[in-house]
């Protein structure tokens, strides 16, 4: 029998809350770690292009608002393969997993050519946005670097989610940290060109990324055919042609949660387009803030993507009420995390904005926009939560629709309105969009806090 199914046996027994905290770390916190050490190879791009120079700064803030985005709508939709599979070792059936494998393959094939066409086109973009030409020339050879390890990245998170859906969180842990040891020294080289090598900028921090993106997708390969569990399900044998039903079930649980994340990203994304007209002191302060508090947030989504797999486990092997407790441990657990890292940032928002830049006038505002992030830890712990867990249960149309409304309808609006005019108060700048996003992220919670209660009854 495949061990992990054993361990679903073990998991779906009705807990304690501190059992079921135990269990809920046990899968979260090595995701958290993969999720830290990821993020932390853009915290890593955007300190280095910073102490580089200014203008290299504001080229990777503006190529990240750019690929991100076009990565997270991606990585979204191959996330489906984690509940999908998830399900299916829950109810001990891990051999039909493969189908879910080979038809998400076809779909990271053709994401792939969409995200790297998009990605060498990006130039009549920041025409439009009016980023100044130096600025603009830099950071379209910034996007076109990372696209080449685009496919890596997409092929990389759809073996990655596959795993997770087993309850297996180590080796995306493993594979992030080697990726964050690799990124460090490939950035300077490539930076500041050494060894023999041209002197990149914020450039290099590009073809880092995308050497890395190739490096981490090797490693998975391996991974996957050496582990005695993957090779008893053979998982890239008997090759599955496209199949239609598959592929658009796949699609019904995936596309949702693509666009949803696109959505709530895209949204940090349109506010550093919006601000490129202020200049790059302006999009440097949102960069930093954007940068320590996607860092924060990780631990959170850690726990939600836990509870994805934790919930999918339990549902496919027919406890309903065991995954309702797992539901509200999970967010027992994001709000306290919430507690710690809203303090953090309260009491040194100043030390944190000074660990990317020692410009005092990007320091300023950025430590004013941190103490802002520090009040929506809570909205954004509950929202991220609630949308793991109804991943679990398949739900993901409606949760899309109402974090459309909160974030597009609701919370840029009122960003944009308080940011970049004079009709409520003087214009505020950075300041008006990220209390905005406060007000956005807060509606979001309670309406998809409201969507898990009565799904999950």
Known sequence: MFTTTSNIRKWSKPLKTLSEIKVILALGLPIAIAQIAQTSMGFVD?????????????AVSLGSSIWLPVFIASQGILIATTPLVAHLVGADRPEETQKTLHQGTIISLILTVLAMALLHNCMPILMAMNVEPELANLTDQYLKAVSW??????????????????GKTQPAMKIAILGLICNIPLNYVLIYGRFGLPELGGVGCGWATAIVMWIMLFVAVVYILKTP?????????????????????????????GVSLLVEVSMFSVIALLLADLGEIMIASHQITLSFTGLVFMLPLSISMALTIRVGHQLGYGLPQAARFSAKTGLLITLTIAIFSSSLMALFAAEIADLYTTDTRILDIAASLILIAALFQFSDA????????????KDTLIPLLMVFIAYWL??????FVLGKTDILVPAMGPKGFWIGLLIGLSIGAILLLSRLHWKSR
């Open 229 to 257: 569990d993957f090779k008893e399900l053979k998982p890239f044998s008997r090759w599955q042609t496209p199949q239609l039903t598959a592929l658009a079930n796949y699609l019904k649980l995936g596309l949702p949660i």
């Open 382 to 393: 509950i929202q991220i939560t609630c949308s793991g867990t109804l991943r679990g249960y």
């Open 46 to 58: 955007t300190l280095m292009a910073g102490r580089y120079d200014s203008t290299d700064l504001a």
């Open 149 to 166: 390890g685009f496919p890596a990245l997409l092929f990389y998170q759809l073996i990655r989610s596959y795993i997770e859906g087993f």
């Open 410 to 415: 609701i919370g840029l609006p009122t960003g």
